[in-house]
């Protein structure tokens, strides 16, 4: 049972355009998300996180909206650079519960020169 | 670099052995992570240890076992290997105890089990 989905296996776009990363889950208790960012043969960093109580956060480049009534996040950079192209993973939390970060597959994003 | 250091980065084995990968949290960090990727899967939370005692088990097989060491350092003990146990092993830690925090994650550990 896959709590947390990230339906697309990967994404190319061009350099300077806007990269958006889309994740659903399917756990009404989760109350926190993380997007985490992996270079190949790295291990992932942390990117940005957000609380169930707001729907927007934003950190330089990167924001991530949630939806909660659609169970549903997504995270856009402005504008892509090459040095983003890495797989994301989304990841959620139940912060009144387990809190055990639950993650999505990942999704590959290749930015183009 | 995230001050996570695991080692060793690659382990190969057979199956029905037994290895130990070992965990050095970022300085000041009490808590340890231990979590699984297999291939086109996300990371599997297994457990998590915070300042030597268990604090949190996920999806971790009876196979399987950890500690964490009064220096802090950890080590996930697979026993009785089996081929679908060949994955990407990466350890994380965090200052406190609760799990729903900025993780710093290690290189990770790469076993293959033949």
């Known amino acids: 049972d896959q709590q947390v989905k990230q339906n697309s296996p990967s994404l190319s776009v061009q350099e300077g355009r806007i990269s958006i990363l889309n994740c659903d889950y399917t756990?009404?208790?989760?109350?926190?998300f993380l997007w985490y960012k992996k270079y190949p043969a790295e291990g992932p960093t942390f990117l940005i996180s957000?609380?169930?109580?707001?729907d927007k956060n934003e950190d330089g480049r990167f924001t991530v909206f949630l939806n909660k009534s659609a169970k549903h996040l997504s995270l856009h950079i402005v504008p892509s650079q090459p040095g983003d192209s890495a797989v994301y993973f989304c990841?959620?939390?139940?912060?009144?519960?387990?809190?055990?970060?639950?993650f999505g597959k990942g999704t590959k994003l290749t930015v183009n020169p | 670099d995230s001050g996570v250091t695991q080692t060793p980065k690659h382990l190969i084995t057979a199956t029905g052995q037994r290895v130990t990968l070992r965990c050095s949290p970022r300085?000041?960090?009490?808590?340890v992570y231990w979590y699984q990727q297999s291939l086109d899967q996300g990371l599997q939370f297994l457990i998590q240890?915070?300042?030597?005692?268990?604090?949190a088990k996920g999806n971790i097989l009876e196979r399987f076992s950890a500690q964490q060491f009064p220096d802090l350092h950890s080590e996930l003990n697979l026993s009785s290997l089996e081929l679908g146990d060949s994955a990407l092993y990466f350890c994380?830690?965090?200052?406190?105890?609760?799990?729903?925090?900025?993780?710093?994650f290690g290189p990770g550990t790469r076993l293959t089990v033949l």
């Open positions: 990841a959620a939390s139940w912060r009144g519960g387990s809190e055990k970060l639950v």
């Open positions: 957000i609380s169930s109580i707001k």
């Open positions: 994380a830690s965090s200052v406190g105890g609760r799990a729903s925090v900025e993780q710093f």
């Open positions: 300085s000041g960090d009490l808590s």
């Open positions: 240890y915070y300042n030597g005692e268990e604090r």
């Open positions: 756990n009404s208790m989760f109350d926190y």
